[in-house]
């Protein structure tokens, strides 16, 4: 199975609500973790980013938390706005077998649903 | 223009026939992927080149064949389309240093019947 998995596949909030998505890796070694979102018909864009040395980065709007202790991230929005709806992915940096390199893989994705 | 362009957007093909999916990137980046999107599976990974003359297989490449044709440039083939290769198709870009930001393209919609 894969090592990056979301809780909930989807999550429905009223707007002006805040919103908390989480994601739970399995390898204790990533030093490195990316949110995604990917809105309907488009491809998957860059929100916000977090090395291990971190436990809480913020951007606008977003916060990522990460707790290495129980391998979990979470992404938090502030006062969802309509816009928000959309596909989140977390991505975790990896090693790619036979690559010696590495790369990011990706969980199965959260859809968070706003309500007006 | 959009970083990374994905030609054609979308593509209905029967079964047996050869398609390729196009990608060009004006980022500058050394590295290119391709990858596959499926209701409730995530992105998987097909293939993936950190530069001209490498090529890697990823998690799904069974089916799949891509050529790296200029540092701007990486087609994904499938050499003879089966049904279940029907997906939503990303190119993505990063750069050198691993584990950087993946930049995506808008997506192919491949339909094969």
């Known amino acids: 199975g894969e090592s990056v998995g979301l809780h909930l596949p989807t999550l429905s909030v009223q707007e002006g609500d805040n919103s908390i998505i989480n994601c739970a890796y399995s390898?204790?070694?990533?030093?490195?973790f990316i949110w995604y979102k990917q809105e309907s018909g488009k491809g998957p864009q860059f929100i916000i980013d977090i090395r291990s040395n971190m436990d809480k980065r913020q951007g606008q709007r977003v916060t990522v938390l990460l707790n290495k202790t129980v391998k979990h991230l979470s992404l938090q929005i502030a006062a969802t706005q309509p816009g928000d709806s959309a596909v989140y992915f977390c991505?975790?940096?990896?090693?790619?077998?036979?690559?010696?390199?590495?790369?990011?893989?990706f969980g199965k994705g959260t859809h968070l649903i706003i309500q007006p | 223009d959009a970083d990374v362009t994905q030609t054609p957007r979308n593509r209905i093909t029967k079964t047996g026939k050869r398609i390729m999916l196009e990608c060009s990137q004006t980022k500058g980046h050394d590295r290119m992927y391709w990858y596959r999107q499926d209701p409730g599976l995530g992105l998987r990974l097909i293939y993936y080149s950190f530069d001209v003359k490498d090529i890697n297989k990823g998690e799904i490449s069974d089916g799949y064949s891509v050529s790296r044709q200029a540092q701007a440039k990486f087609s994904l083939s499938l050499e003879s389309a089966i049904p279940n290769q029907t997906a939503l198709y990303f190119c993505?870009?990063?750069?050198?240093?691993?584990?950087?930001?993946?930049?995506f393209g808008e997506g192919s919609w491949l339909t094969v019947v």
């Open positions: 991505a975790e940096k990896v090693m790619y077998s036979g690559g010696g390199a590495d790369g990011l893989t």
């Open positions: 390898n204790s070694a990533s030093d490195y």
């Open positions: 993505a870009t990063s750069s050198r240093g691993g584990g950087n930001t993946i930049y």
